[in-house]
């Protein structure tokens, strides 16, 4: 539940191949609205430095001529995590926190609130630390929750489903990149199973 004083909620689906970010109006009727990045609206989960030492992301990393250092695939639980992947997942999640910053999507940073997707077959353990590189790398309010129940969330929110579809079980796979995820719902149960494989690259 999101206090009254959060005037922004942004969704922030870091994918272990690419990324996105949408952002929640606070009238629930209104469906979720993509915010771009570099004039896209999804692009690949990519950072990089300059000569200059000027962090860039997403397909620019990958294209820019000047770029020393690149990094991919960098996405993974924080317990598998090498330093030179801690520190791709901090600079990646910094520069985007301050694009939304300097393309006033985000005006007041203290009342903006962030979901941040990390697989469903993470623990407790694995979501708390993953939180916590989230919060190091700026964002100063983030939740963590498991990518297939956003799913259903953003279905649920931009009228994709009908609330009558919900009141049997519902089943939602999403396969991503790196995994395939699963969120089980049980006669609109307040506590859905959640579970997930590493079926993707890796």
């Known amino acids: 539940m999101i206090d009254n004083e959060f005037t922004k909620v942004i969704g922030f689906d870091l994918g272990h191949g690419e990324f996105s970010l949408s952002e929640v109006p606070m009238i629930l009727k209104e469906p979720p609205q993509i915010i771009e990045i ?4 999804s692009q690949i989960t990519a950072v990089g430095k300059n000569k200059k030492g000027k962090i860039i992301i997403g397909a620019n990393a990958m294209q820019q001529a000047d770029v020393q250092s690149l990094g991919i ?9 090498n330093d030179s992947q801690k520190q791709n997942i901090h600079d990646f999640v910094a520069e985007v926190y301050k694009k939304l910053i300097e393309n006033k999507n985000i005006e007041e940073v203290t009342k903006s609130y962030f979901f941040v997707g990390c697989p469903s077959g ?10 916590q590189m989230m ?3 700026g964002l100063k309010n983030v939740s963590i929750v498991q990518e297939s129940r956003a799913a259903l969330m953003h279905a649920k929110e931009a009228g994709t489903i009908k609330p009558s579809e919900l009141a049997k079980s519902v089943l939602v796979i999403d396969i991503g990149s790196s995994t395939t995820d699963f969120t089980w719902v049980i006669d609109k149960n307040d506590n859905p199973i959640d579970s997930g494989l590493n079926l993707g690259v890796d």
């Open 38 to 41: 570099n004039g896209k609206k």
């Open 122 to 131: 993470w623990q407790t353990a694995e979501k708390n630390a993953y939180q």
């Open 73 to 81: 695939s960098f996405k993974k639980k924080p317990s598998t995590c």
């Open 135 to 137: 919060t190091e790398a």
